[in-house]
C-alpha cells in the first residue's frame, strides 16, 4: 500500500472513531438542579434507562423585573445565576413535579419510549439539537440574549418546536413579546384554527378551556392577573407547521403538576394532558 493510500485509510479510520465517539456522547448526563418550589422530589428509580424521548425544558435568564401579585413591581432572583437554578429562577418553577408527571402520562397514554426525567437545556450550549421538544414555562419573565434568541431562531427552523405556557395578563404577554420578536421580528403570532390538526393529532379538541394554575384551590378563579381568556396561539414556518405553540393565560404546568392531588379537578388536568399529547405528537409528526 503507497504512503497516500495508507494516509487516506488512516484519516478515514480517525474520521469514523470521531464521528461514532460523537455520536455515542452527544447527550450531556442527565442533571437535576435546584429549584423555585421543589428540591427533594423523588428522582424515579429508572431515570438512568435509554429511551427514544425525553422532555426537554429550556432555561434561560430573569427579566430583571417581575410583576408582583397585587399589581407593583418586584425583583426576583437577583443574584441568582440562571444556569444554576434555584428559588427566584422562573425557568424551575413547577420543576421538576411537572415534567415527571408530564413524562409518565406520555408513557400511559402514548407508544412512545419516554425517560422518565426531564432534560434542562441551556441554548448557550448549543445541544437543544439533540432534542425536538422545548418546553417553557413563565415566559413572561423570561430575558433572553441576543445570542440565546439567535441559536433558538435557528433550531426552530430547522424543525424545532417549543411549547410555552404559564404566563397571563397584559403585562407578562407584553415582556414575553419581547423576547419573542428577538427570535421572530417577521414573523406574525397568530391564534391557531380549530380545524389545525394540532388539535387532533390523537385527541379532538375543538372544546377547550381555560385551564388554571393551583392558585384555583385557594381563590376559585381561572385566571390571574388580566388574563381572563385563555389563547392558543402560534407561529408558523414557511410549510405551514406551527413551530411556537403559545398556551396564553392558562398553567397546563400547574395542571400536570397537581394532577395527583384529590382537590385539583380532574376536566382540567385532564384537558391539560390532552393539549400536551397532542402537541407532543404534533411535534414528531409534522
Request: a negative charge; hydrophobic letters at 35%.
Amino acid at each position: 500500500m503507497g504512503w497516500r493510500n495508507l494516509l487516506a485509510c488512516s484519516v478515514g479510520l480517525v474520521t469514523c472513531l470521531c464521528a461514532l465517539f460523537g455520536f455515542q456522547n452527544f447527550r450531556k448526563p442527565w442533571r437535576e438542579y435546584p429549584a423555585f418550589e421543589y428540591n427533594d422530589f423523588p428522582i424515579p428509580p429508572d431515570y438512568g434507562e435509554k429511551t427514544e424521548y425525553v422532555f426537554a425544558r429550556l432555561m434561560y435568564p430573569n427579566a430583571p423585573f417581575a410583576r408582583g401579585g397585587r399589581g407593583g413591581f418586584r425583583r426576583f432572583g437577583f443574584g441568582a445565576d440562571w444556569r444554576e437554578g434555584g428559588r427566584g429562577v422562573f425557568w424551575t418553577m413547577d420543576y421538576p413535579r411537572s415534567d415527571r408527571h408530564f413524562s409518565l402520562a406520555l408513557r400511559r397514554l402514548t407508544r412512545l419510549s419516554v425517560r422518565s426525567v426531564e432534560q434542562p437545556i441551556n441554548l448557550d450550549e448549543h445541544d437543544q439539537y439533540d432534542w425536538p421538544w422545548l418546553y417553557a414555562v413563565e415566559v413572561g419573565h423570561w430575558n433572553l440574549t441576543d445570542e440565546q434568541a439567535k441559536s433558538l431562531r435557528e433550531y426552530l427552523l430547522r424543525g424545532g418546536f417549543l411549547m410555552v405556557d404559564d404566563f397571563h395578563g397584559s403585562y407578562e404577554w407584553q415582556v414575553f413579546l419581547e423576547g419573542l420578536k428577538n427570535i421572530f421580528p417577521d414573523r406574525d403570532i397568530v391564534d391557531i384554527p380549530d380545524s389545525d390538526p394540532i388539535f387532533h393529532t390523537s385527541y379532538d379538541l375543538e372544546q377547550r378551556f381555560q385551564v388554571p394554575g393551583a392558585q384555583y384551590l385557594r381563590s376559585g378563579r381561572t385566571y390571574e392577573q388580566d388574563g381572563y381568556t385563555a389563547r392558543w396561539r402560534g407561529i408558523y414556518d414557511d410549510k405551514g407547521r406551527v413551530m411556537v405553540a403559545i398556551c396564553y393565560n392558562m398553567d397546563l404546568g400547574d395542571a400536570w403538576e397537581w394532577s395527583d392531588d384529590p382537590r385539583y379537578d380532574e376536566k382540567f388536568s385532564g384537558l391539560a394532558y390532552r393539549i400536551g399529547v397532542n402537541y407532543w405528537i404534533y411535534d414528531l409528526t409534522h
